[in-house]
Each structure stands twice: as structure tokens, then as C-alpha cells.
């Protein structure tokens, strides 16, 4: 499996422009979550997916962040405009959430992350 | 009050020390207990993985559990330059099917094994 791939894993772009960043999960998951990690703030879950459906987005900052998922194999994360304090890494993961049924439940395996710069 | 508290550290210890990392949390609901490694400019990655109070050995890593007084350990024995990384805690709750999960991370303690 060639686990979560996320693109593009860098991006430098001016402040007012929209930034795209895009994630893969691993086939057969069926959770996405997508986390910013700062220095200052650690790892922060801005929302998540189950089953192609957001059930969480209180993570997300303002309405400047959205976030799509269109299919069980893609999902995006927006922000527009972009703004210098969202310089940051952003990390795509995925899940397995079946119950019991996986040996391991909850647990979630992350992509490279996409380092974001905002100029 | 954050949910959990980690001390970010940095830690810095000779190779071949006993690391301890160590994290405390409030939610009573929690009851699935990981440990991440995250080596620089990497994703994190799943080192430990536990259930149950007591304590789960894999090699020099040894994850302990006490839900009695809501904190969790990672003791990593002999360790090498290779454990440098930065490790975090994390936690669920059991969540109904049809939501999913989330975990709760740690801020994450940075770790420095000096050679």
C-alpha cells in the first residue's frame, strides 16, 4: 500500500492567494482527518470525515478554510485568501473506523504533510 | 485545561539512557491510549498502541497505563541516536460507528539522544 499522499508537499504563495492541498487516503479507510502543526500550537485537528461526510469542523479557523471530500479516495483542503499566520504543515490522515473489527481502532496513519508558506 | 498535557520538552539524555515520556489527561471517556514518533519534516507514525491499564512491551519501548490516575508513560530502554524524534501522546474515546473517531494529541515532547 502506498499509504496516505498528500500534494503538493511544499507551497510558497502570496498572502491573497487561494492555496489547494490535497489528500489521498489509504484504500479501504473510511475516516479523513486534516490536522495544521505549528510550533506554537502543536497538532491541531481541523476537521474530519466519515464515510465521505464531515462530522466535525469546529477545528476549522474562520471561513477563509473549507474542506471536501467528493469520494472515498480524495479530499481537498482550501483556504482563500491566504494569510501569513496560516504558514503551517499540514497533515492528511486516515482511519479504519469499524468497531471492533480492526485490531487496532482509531488508530490513524498520516501522510507526509504539506508544508504551507504564506508570504 | 487542555484534554491532555504533555511536556514538550526538549529532553536531551546520552545513548543508552532510560527515557521516560509521560502524559496526563482529564476525559474519563478516553480508553484507547497511542504513542506517535514524528522524526523531523516526517508524519507521525504509530510506535505504541494500548487498551488496557498495565503496561505493553514491544523490544526497548514499554507503553504504561494507569486510568486510576489518568497518565500514561513511554519508557524507552537503551536508547540509540535513532530514537531522536519527537514523540506525542494520544487518546479516543469510544465514538459511535456512524461519527467516526478523532484522537486527542499531546503537544509532543522532542527528544535528543546524544552519541
Same mark, same amino acid.
Given at each position: 500500500?502506498?499509504?496516505?499522499?498528500?500534494?503538493?508537499?511544499?507551497?510558497?504563495?502570496?498572502?491573497?492567494?487561494?492555496?489547494?492541498?490535497?489528500?489521498?487516503?489509504?484504500?479501504?479507510?473510511?475516516?479523513?482527518?486534516?490536522?495544521?502543526?505549528?510550533?506554537?500550537?502543536?497538532?491541531?485537528?481541523?476537521?474530519?470525515?466519515?464515510?465521505?461526510?464531515?462530522?466535525?469542523?469546529?477545528?476549522?479557523? =474562520?471561513? $477563509?478554510? !473549507? /474542506?471536501?471530500?467528493?469520494? #472515498? *479516495?480524495?479530499? &481537498?483542503?482550501?483556504?482563500?485568501?491566504? =494569510?501569513? $499566520?496560516? !504558514? /503551517?504543515?499540514?497533515?492528511? #490522515? *486516515?482511519?479504519? &473506523?469499524?468497531?471492533?473489527?480492526?485490531?487496532?481502532?482509531?488508530?490513524?496513519?498520516?501522510?507526509?504533510?504539506?508544508?504551507?508558506?504564506?508570504? | 485545561?487542555?484534554?491532555?498535557?504533555?511536556?514538550?520538552?526538549?529532553?536531551?539524555?546520552?545513548?543508552?539512557?532510560?527515557?521516560?515520556?509521560?502524559?496526563?489527561?482529564?476525559?474519563?471517556?478516553?480508553?484507547?491510549?497511542?504513542?506517535?514518533?514524528?522524526?523531523?519534516?516526517?508524519?507521525?507514525?504509530?510506535?505504541?498502541?494500548?487498551?488496557?491499564?498495565?503496561?505493553?512491551?514491544?523490544?526497548?519501548?514499554?507503553?504504561?497505563?494507569?486510568?486510576?490516575?489518568?497518565?500514561?508513560?513511554?519508557?524507552?530502554?537503551?536508547?540509540?541516536?535513532?530514537?531522536?524524534?519527537?514523540?506525542?501522546?494520544?487518546?479516543?474515546?469510544?465514538?459511535?460507528?456512524?461519527?467516526?473517531?478523532?484522537?486527542?494529541?499531546?503537544?509532543?515532547?522532542?527528544?535528543?539522544?546524544?552519541?
Amino acid at each position: 500500500d502506498a499509504g496516505v499522499i498528500q500534494s503538493p508537499r511544499h507551497e510558497v504563495t502570496e498572502m491573497g492567494q487561494e492555496v489547494t492541498l490535497r489528500c489521498k487516503p489509504i484504500s479501504g479507510h473510511n475516516s479523513l482527518f486534516w490536522y495544521r502543526q505549528t510550533m506554537m500550537r502543536g497538532l491541531e485537528l481541523l476537521i474530519y470525515f466519515n464515510n465521505n461526510v464531515p462530522i466535525d469542523d469546529s477545528g476549522m479557523p =474562520e471561513d $477563509r478554510f !473549507s /474542506a471536501k471530500m467528493p469520494n #472515498a *479516495s480524495f479530499s &481537498t483542503l482550501k483556504i482563500q485568501p491566504s =494569510e501569513p $499566520r496560516d !504558514s /503551517a504543515v499540514y497533515f492528511c #490522515a *486516515s482511519s479504519f &473506523t469499524g468497531g471492533l473489527v480492526s485490531p487496532r481502532p482509531y488508530e490513524q496513519y498520516f501522510g507526509p504533510g504539506t508544508r504551507l508558506t504564506v508570504t | 485545561q487542555k484534554e491532555v498535557e504533555q511536556d514538550p520538552g526538549p529532553l536531551s539524555v546520552p545513548e543508552g539512557a532510560i527515557v521516560s515520556l509521560n502524559c496526563t489527561y482529564s476525559n474519563s471517556a478516553f480508553q484507547y491510549f497511542m504513542w506517535y514518533r514524528q522524526y523531523s519534516r516526517k508524519g507521525p507514525e504509530l510506535l505504541m498502541y494500548t487498551y488496557s491499564s498495565g503496561n505493553k512491551e514491544d523490544g526497548r519501548f514499554t507503553a504504561q497505563v494507569d486510568k486510576s490516575s489518568k497518565y500514561i508513560s513511554l519508557f524507552i530502554r537503551d536508547s540509540q541516536p535513532s530514537d531522536s524524534a519527537t514523540y506525542l501522546c494520544a487518546m479516543s474515546a469510544r465514538e459511535k460507528e456512524t461519527s467516526g473517531s478523532r484522537l486527542t494529541f499531546g503537544e509532543g515532547t522532542q527528544l535528543t539522544v546524544n552519541p
